[in-house]
């Protein structure tokens, strides 16, 4: 009998060593050196925020707040809830409709991001000029840029892909801003047309990990960047 239990004491630690190799694995897809991050909104379902937690390479979590001017995220209060009860560094952010009317967009970003539930500065996704001319979309953006840094105090950190940079934002327009930039299926770091510095790079948007089912975007810091930068000021 005793023979029995050791040999079933030994396959039951074999099967945690692997099961702990395994779960190492998923969290990184690259090298696993840097201060890595999520972001997440309700398309992601239920997150067992515990699991995400325990995991720790994953230092941050940005979540959907806002869309436009009057789309709230359906998971936003639960998830910034229960991801800073896990104990991660929660930030928000806001998908920004450049044909909506910007003093709307901030009612409904401030409404749900409040100051005394943030960890980082917040986010602006920044994915579509909504064809507007350039000059248009130019003037509607950083309207609503100066909004958000008079209503947070500080500037936000600006989302988008490499090229939708390179084509609408390069030159000098918003220089004065953090970059995470997200540029998929590729080892290599993303490179700016103008150079411009990068604080974060989102390297795919087919992560996974334990907690959240199905693909999950995942970022990290780039170079000598670091969490301090995006500390929400209050």
């Known amino acids: 009998m005793n023979r029995i239990i050791t040999i079933i004491s030994f396959f039951c630690i074999a099967l945690s060593s692997f099961a702990q190799d395994d779960w190492l694995y998923e969290q990184c897809e690259d090298t696993c050196k840097h201060i890595h991050g999520i972001d997440l909104s309700h398309y992601q379902g239920d997150v067992f925020w515990q699991a995400v937690g325990d995991n720790r390479k ?4 940005y979540l959907k707040a806002t869309e436009g001017g009057d789309n709230i995220d359906s998971r936003y209060a639960d998830n910034i809830r229960m991801a800073k009860a896990a104990g991660l560094k929660v930030g928000s952010y806001h998908f920004f409709r450049p044909k909506t009317a910007v003093h709307l967009q901030l009612e409904n970003f401030t409404a749900q991001c409040r ?106 810091f780039v170079g000598k960047h670091g969490l301090r930068e995006l500390r929400f000021r209050r």
């Open 115 to 220: 100051p005394e539930d943030q960890d980082l500065i917040p986010m602006i996704d920044i994915e579509t000029t909504a064809k507007l001319s350039e000059e248009a979309f130019t003037d509607s953006l950083m309207s609503f840029l100066q909004l958000i840094e008079e209503y947070y105090h500080q500037k936000p950190l600006l989302y988008t892909g490499r090229n939708f940079y390179n084509k609408y934002l390069s030159g000098g327009l918003v220089d004065e801003y953090k970059l995470m930039i997200a540029m998929y299926n590729t080892d290599e770091e993303p490179v700016l047309i103008d150079d411009r510095d990068i604080t974060m790079w989102q390297y795919t948007g087919k992560g996974s990990i334990n907690g959240v089912k199905g693909y999950v975007d995942k970022s990290r």
């Open 58 to 61: 994953m230092a941050y979590v």
